[in-house]
């Protein structure tokens, strides 16, 4: 039986851009024996992968799993390696003589710095260039991507999207899924708390629902939002009512109930990120929420490329906010 190693040890949002090229590996090899290469953070979510087995190492490789690597690829007789985040470390690997009977499949990065170098692509079976640098119009990444098993256009869904948790949690099914973010929203754009509960009000007067997280363990912001709204922690497994208004608070909410949340929400309005790409994944409407600081003309041209990183997918749209919250509430009326 053929053995294939899929390597996507890096951040949530990640995971969820390569979800449609995991798949179609899991199309191509179904009779091999499959194994994922996750980072620990991104262990909650390996229940989108069923039966696969899963390694945990850390997102930035040590000395240690550098090691652990090296010797599972060469005691095990694997067939093929998808290296599906540019870590340098692994494009190496395959200008080993140890390694030359493997066919290692790349995604690569055009940005300021090569990652990896031009001549370690030459020794890859097969690979793909997502470009940083580029301004013209292009592929969004999510498709660059699935160049790698382009030939598998008939692929059936074998991830496991129709995994949920047992939420105890109502969520109406026009609900709008928000994410307060801090350095989007404090550090760059620089809005109080108060802005944004009114942002959060602005949408549940234009929706009608509103659920939303954020960041786990940020005591400021979430001693705020549960003075101000109805909030349910999942640590605690309670609710805190504070009014009849149908905006809802999941204070430490991640991994399956995170999931489960975003999946029965309507649509997505939130900082680019884990919850806009889990919304992607499961076929969302999304209104992706950008900012950036336009120092100069090269920061205007980071801003457009970093928009294309994405689109046009398919229900995938964005808007990029102030520092003007008026302005911004504008700019968002009209997506939506």
């Given amino acids: 039986m053929n053995k294939i190693v899929i390597l996507k040890n890096d951040r949530t949002g990640d995971l969820f ?13 179904k009779s091999s024996e ?13 229940f989108l992968f069923k039966s696969k087995k899963i390694k945990v190492i850390n997102l930035d490789l040590n ?46 990065i055009d940005s300021k710095k090569k990652r990896p170098y031009n001549f370690l692509r030459n020794f890859l079976y097969k690979k793909v260039i997502i470009n940083r640098k580029e301004i013209k119009p ?88 549960q003075e ?16 009849s208004k149908k905006i809802l608070f999941l204070k430490n909410i991640d991994g399956l109930d995170l999931y489960t949340a975003v999946k029965k929400s309507n649509e997505i309005i939130a900082p680019e990120g884990i919850i806009t790409h889990i919304g992607y994944h499961l076929n969302k409407k999304i209104l992706s929420l950008m ?21 046009p997918p398919k229900n995938f749209n964005y808007t990029v906010l102030k520092k003007n919250f008026d302005m911004s509430l504008n700019k968002v009326k009209k997506r939506i």
Avoid at 17 to 26: A, D, G, V, W, Y
Avoid at 236 to 242: A, D, G, L, M, P
């Fill in 138 to 225: 292009r592929k969004s990444s999510y498709d660059i991507q699935k160049e790698l098993l382009y030939d598998e256009n008939d692929a059936i869904n074998l991830l496991n999207t129709t995994a949920e948790s047992n939420l105890t949690i109502n969520i109406p099914k026009n609900s709008v899924f928000f994410h307060y973010k801090h350095k989007m929203f404090k550090e760059l754009l620089d809005w109080d708390f108060f802005k944004i509960k009114k942002f959060i009000e602005f949408l549940y007067e234009k929706k009608g629902s509103v659920i939303f997280s954020s960041e786990i363990n940020n005591e400021p912001s979430d001693n705020f939002f």
């Fill in 228 to 243: 101000h709204f109805n909030t349910y922690d999942f640590n605690e497994n309670k609710y805190y009512t504070k009014n």
């Fill in 17 to 29: 851009t390569s979800t449609p090229l995991i798949n179609l590996i899991f199309n191509k090899y």
């Fill in 34 to 46: 499959i194994e994922i290469f996750l980072s620990k953070i991104n262990c909650k979510f390996s």
């Fill in 291 to 311: 900012h950036f600081r336009l120092l100069n003309r090269q920061d205007f041209i980071n801003q457009i490329i970093s928009c294309k990183e994405w689109f």
């Fill in 63 to 108: 000395l240690l799993d550098k090691i652990k690597i090296f010797f599972y690829l060469l005691v095990n007789k694997i067939d093929t390696v998808f290296i599906l985040t540019p870590k340098n470390f692994y494009f190496y690997l395959p200008c080993l003589l140890f390694f030359k009977k493997i066919k290692f499949y790349g995604v690569c």
